[in-house]
């Protein structure tokens, strides 16, 4: 089971076995990572579709554990994106 930081390394991800069609995907996971505030209020609002691109497995073994680790329970991403 891949961990947080696996999300978008693993066999599948864009980069990894040369398909550009999970490109966007990868720099929206990219941008879940930034520094930047607007960066990331732009992925989180394009979660449902990184989740899509995903797939339900994926999903839930690796983008619910790194937003969780991300992000956890404090809501640190609540504060900042809307300030």
């Known amino acids: 089971m891949a961990g947080a930081s696996g999300l978008g390394t693993g066999p599948g991800a864009a980069g990894g076995d040369g398909d550009d069609s999970l490109y966007p995907i990868a720099v929206l996971i990219d941008e879940l990572r930034n520094e930047d505030v607007q960066l990331r209020l732009n992925s989180i609002k394009k979660l449902s579709t990184i989740a899509l691109a995903l797939g339900v ?6 983008l619910l554990p790194f937003l969780t ?10 504060r900042d994106c809307c300030s």
């Open 69 to 78: 680790a991300s992000f956890g329970k404090s809501g640190n991403c609540g």
């Open 57 to 62: 497995e994926r999903t839930r073994s690796e």
